[in-house]
């Protein structure tokens, strides 16, 4: 079974510019999850989808970034426009639905370094 | 607020010694705990969770709801648990993480 996959694995890209991240969550997980972990710092959580609706944003820095799961199935992450602090590692995680706690799965991460 | 701390950022044992990577956490409700690795290369993954009780790897961790702790205890290190380790908690649908202890066992 796949798991989560990310794309791209590493970006570096200007102050300004834009970047888009994508994920593919497991196949039949309707949970879907970014957070990120800015150098030094602890792992943040972002949002979460439950299949396309956003179940939870509260963790979005700021309206320069947009996240969307448009069918339920694979999800984008769009830093519009970049800053330096966006630099760091973006993960996407999912899990199955319905269950308290339940293990999530995290893909690989991209990497965002903003010059 | 939940919060996860891990104080050490970075540990380091001698191959075969005991290793104690620290995690102390502050949640209102019942707390659900785990310990999640990331090796060189590799992605985040579930290491163990405080309500299976089960040990992986040789690792083990105990809920301690009196010092709000939930320690990760290996009593032989080996070369190849040198890893990022995340205590994280849950809530819901949403874990929290603590900022990673770096562990480095030395041959």
């Known amino acids: 079974e796949a798991g989560v996959t990310q794309f791209p694995s590493h970006s570096v890209i200007e102050k300004g510019q834009t970047v888009t991240l994508r994920c593919d969550p497991i196949?039949?997980?309707?949970?879907l999850y970014w957070y990120r972990r800015v150098m030094g710092k602890e792992i943040k959580f972002l949002l979460h989808f439950v299949k396309e609706s956003k179940q939870d944003e509260s963790g979005m820095p700021n309206n320069r970034f947009l996240a969307e799961r448009t069918g339920g199935t694979y999800s984008t992450l769009k830093v519009q426009p970049a800053e330096l602090e966006d630099s760091g590692v973006y993960f996407c995680?999912?899990?199955?639905?319905?269950?308290?706690?339940?293990?999530?799965?995290f893909g690989e991460g991209s990497w965002l370094t903003v010059v | 607020a939940q919060r996860v701390t891990q104080p050490e950022k970075l540990l380091s044992v001698f191959k075969g010694a005991p290793v104690e990577l620290k995690c102390n956490y502050s949640y209102s409700g019942s707390p659900e705990l785990f310990w999640y690795v990331q090796y060189s290369r590799q992605r985040l993954q579930l290491l163990l969770r405080?309500?299976s009780r089960e040990s992986i790897k040789g690792f083990t961790a105990d809920l301690n709801k009196g010092e709000t702790s939930f320690h990760l205890k290996k009593p032989f290190a080996q070369e190849e648990d040198s890893a990022m380790y995340y205590c994280?908690?849950?809530?819901?649908?949403?874990?929290?993480f603590g900022t990673g202890t770096s562990l480095t066992v030395i041959p």
């Open positions: 995680a999912s899990s199955q639905a319905g269950y308290s706690g339940n293990t999530i799965y």
């Open positions: 994280a908690l849950s809530r819901g649908n949403q874990f929290y």
């Open positions: 196949s039949g997980h309707d949970n």
């Open positions: 405080h309500i």
